[in-house]
């Protein structure tokens, strides 16, 4: 079983930017589709990313498009969440999951199930 350690995240004001870091041990990233997913107060989780493995492509919802970016580093087997041009309505528990994701038209779910992190708030605030 994959163990994914969020770091990251905090308070930061409207047009900043944030990093959000998804770190796995147990397997390599590299191999696992991956998501970012995010929940705020009285909400709905909303998936916002996709990492798709069996091609490498990156799916993003409407609502982060143009202002996140994702990244990986494999020598450390962590994903990144680049956050920018924040906004008040980005203000959320952010969570990164192997082995499911749902945003962009992009829905994954492995039958086996995955891991979960442990979740990292992120407010947007003046």
């Known amino acids: 079983q994959v163990r994914l350690v969020q770091s990251g995240g905090g308070l930061v004001q409207p047009g900043g930017s944030l990093r959000l870091s998804c770190a796995a041990s147990?397997?390599?990233?590299?191999?696992?589709?991956m998501g970012w997913y995010r929940q705020a107060p009285g909400k709905e989780r909303e998936g916002i990313l996709c990492i798709d493995s069996s091609d490498g492509r990156i799916y993003y919802a409407d609502s982060v498009k143009g202002r996140f970016t994702v990244s990986r580093d494999n020598t450390k087997n962590t994903v990144y969440l680049q956050m920018n041009k924040l906004k008040p309505e980005d203000t959320a528990v952010y969570y990164c999951a192997t082995e499911y994701c749902n945003a962009g038209g992009r829905y994954y779910a492995d039958s086996a199930g995955g891991s979960w992190g442990q979740g990292t708030q992120v407010s947007v605030s003046a």
């Open positions: 147990g397997s390599a990233l590299s191999f696992q589709t």
